[in-house]
């Protein structure tokens, strides 16, 4: 990908020194200078208003250097310095400007690292900026929202021109026009959809409120050329109309960076409390002044930093989309019968293995029901003996009472107390024998329902049992068609996918002629991505293949079986984000290996 530094070789010196300068300038030291100053002019006020009333005595109100003041005069020690040592200078204070927002950067960063390292900076300044764009993408996102920032300031500055102001204006954009080349005011021309491109016509859109809408618009539709031609007319207008002497790049960074540091936060910077808030402070104006920084580059560039559509080897041109459509649509129908087909032989499978764990279930219950049952009969036959013991327990008993009343009615025995008291122990055991005969006959009924309860469960299961059996030999003579039907369907997946696998194969090593594709980065590239998303991982691939320190895209090094590999991460269109792991390499000339292509959420393997 271009770096910032290929932009910035495009500007005069002129711009640089203007650059540097608002680097330089733009801090909350003097910011907080500039509102101390301030404080202490109007303190001074005051003080003379009641010296007044008392002896005529005036104080010397302090001078108040602007930070615009500053900046030109940081700019004008600058007008001597050679190119050569204003670009070493910017190279410098753009690694401390990092560093002092959290950057890790040496001295000899190469221009690819500084460069990366700017962008994912400035791109804190957005939060809608997906962290897991690759570094050309968030500068293409930095360059967008600048520039929504100050066409809308733009607009809003033109909106309140008076008549004469506003034919002033459109006169300045029709010289403009006028220096146009004839393809560019055509290329603008239809941009904008208008018939005729003038003065007035361009400077009405540029006042309405769709007007910054409708310049940034051109970016998408009609590419940078159009675009830059926009740029030039804008900064006339800047200049010339809204009397901005400053370079409109770092007027816009002024006026919103001003905006902060002059309200609260400055206060507190004045005051010299809120460290916290002033750090963040510090951060927020280093993001705004290096997404100025991206901003400029990209506009002086020329052109996108991400790679052109035309540039991606699966770039099809307009005469060959149809049949390229046609083709795809073929393909996702092969890819969605054998998914479909896929499906409903898992979700047999599922079935089957579920009525597999059903019957296995229903026969351990069995199996335990069988066994309880068992346990239940011991348990009724053990019963039985006791009762029977009972039973002969109660005859014998009942014998030796009748046996005794007998004996006692024969003696005539004299001690009656005694008799009786013998006669009531028998009675006595035989009340306590039939109690527990009582209870054995419960047990024993008690347990013989439960037998025939098991009985019952049993038959129940059994019947589940066959019937789930006549089920399973259904779904099995269906998994074996269906199976059967898969591997037909999956052979034609295959070999549309090796197909595709070499085409892509065959596409890539031609484009990217300084990689190595291991074959799994081929087929994860194939297998786990829409044809849609395979313009992203181009995209990304483009952006590392043009880079010359392959390095500086790297998010980390990886882990495990990994370890050797760096990691870049990308995003597909839906916003889910993706990584490209590769190995900087020294084989002739190739200098990468790409080793995997994945979404976050792949585990490795699978």
């Known amino acids: 990908m271009p770096n910032i530094f290929d932009g910035f070789n495009k500007l005069e010196d002129e711009d640089i020194r203007y ?25 001074v006020k005051i003080v003379n208003v009641f010296a007044g009333f008392i002896n005529n005595k005036q104080f010397d109100e302090p001078e108040v250097i602007t930070i615009q003041e500053m900046l030109q005069t940081n700019k004008t020690k600058l007008d001597d310095v050679s190119r050569e040592d204003l670009d070493k200078k910017l190279r410098k204070i753009l690694i401390e400007k990092c560093n002092s ?38 500068a293409d996102s930095i360059q967008y929202r600048y520039a929504e920032k100050f066409l809308s300031r733009m607009q809003k500055e033109m909106s309140k021109q008076t008549t004469t102001e506003k034919n002033k204006t459109d006169q300045v954009i029709q010289e403009k026009i006028d220096d146009l080349t004839e393809k560019q005011r055509e290329e603008l021309k239809e941009a904008l959809k208008v018939q005729e491109l003038t003065g007035q016509t361009l400077g009405n859109i540029l006042r309405s409120a769709a007007g910054p809408a409708t310049v940034l618009a051109i970016v998408e539709i009609s590419g940078f050329g159009a675009y ?56 927020k104006l280093i993001y705004e002044i290096l997404a100025q920084m991206v901003w400029l580059s ?46 409903k032989y898992n979700l047999l499978k599922k079935q089957i293995n579920n009525n597999e764990a059903k019957r296995k279930s229903y026969n351990d219950m069995i199996q335990d029901f069988k066994r309880r049952m068992n346990e239940s009969e011991y348990r009724v036959n053990n019963l039985e003996l006791e009762k029977a013991d009972l039973e002969k327990n109660i005859l014998i008993i009942n014998e030796e009472l009748k046996l005794y009343t007998e004996k006692v009615n024969e003696l005539n025995d004299s001690n009656q107390e005694e008799s009786n008291a013998q006669i009531l122990s028998f009675n006595s055991k035989l009340e306590s024998l039939n109690l527990e005969l009582v209870k054995r006959n419960k047990e024993i009924l008690g347990s013989i329902d439960i037998m025939n309860q098991f009985a019952s469960d049993i038959k129940i299961k059994e019947n589940e049992i066959e019937k789930l059996q006549s089920d399973l030999f259904a779904k099995e003579i269906q998994i074996e068609a269906l199976k059967e039907e898969l591997d037909k369907s999956t052979s034609k997946v295959e070999k549309e996918i090796e197909g ?32 849609a998303d395979l313009g992203r991982i181009e995209g990304a691939l483009m952006e590392l293949h043009q880079t010359t320190d392959k390095r500086s895209l ?50 490795f393997g699978s």
Request: proline share 3%; glycine share 6%; hydrophobic share 40%.
């Open 500 to 531: 595709r696998k070499k085409e892509i194969e065959q596409r890539w090593t031609m484009c990217y002629e300084k990689f190595i594709f291991e074959k799994s980065a081929i087929a994860d590239a194939v297998k786990d991505f829409e044809r």
């Open 19 to 43: 650059q540097i300068a608002t680097l330089e300038t733009m801090t909350v030291a003097n910011a907080s200078k500039e509102m101390g100053q301030k404080a202490k002019r109007t303190a």
């Open 101 to 138: 927002a959290g950057a890790m950067l040496t001295n000899q960063a190469t221009d690819d690292e500084i460069s990366v390292t700017v962008i994912h900076t400035a791109a804190k300044a957005y939060k809608d900026i997906n962290d897991k764009f690759t570094p050309a993408q968030k």
């Open 298 to 343: 990209v506009n002086i560039y020329g052109k996108k930093f991400t790679p052109a559509d035309e540039e991606l080897p699966s770039w099809i041109p307009d005469y060959e989309r149809d049949a390229a459509k046609k083709e795809e649509e073929r393909y996702q129908s092969i890819m969605s019968e054998n998914k479909e087909i896929r499906d």
């Open 228 to 283: 830059i031609a926009l740029t030039t007319i804008v900064h006339a207008i800047f200049t010339t109309v809204l009397g901005i002497t400053l370079p409109f790049a770092a007027y816009t960074t002024l006026t919103s960076t001003l905006a902060f540091l002059t309200g609260p936060i400055g206060w507190i910077a004045v005051i010299g409390v809120g460290a916290f808030q002033l750090n963040r402070g510090k951060n």
């Open 554 to 603: 790297s998010r980390g090094k990886m882990n495990g079986e990994f370890a050797h590999c760096d990691h870049m991460d990308f995003s597909i269109r839906s916003g889910f984000p993706c990584r490209i792991l590769y190995e900087v390499i020294a084989d002739g000339k190739k200098e990468v290996r790409i080793v995997k292509i994945y979404k976050h959420n792949n585990k």
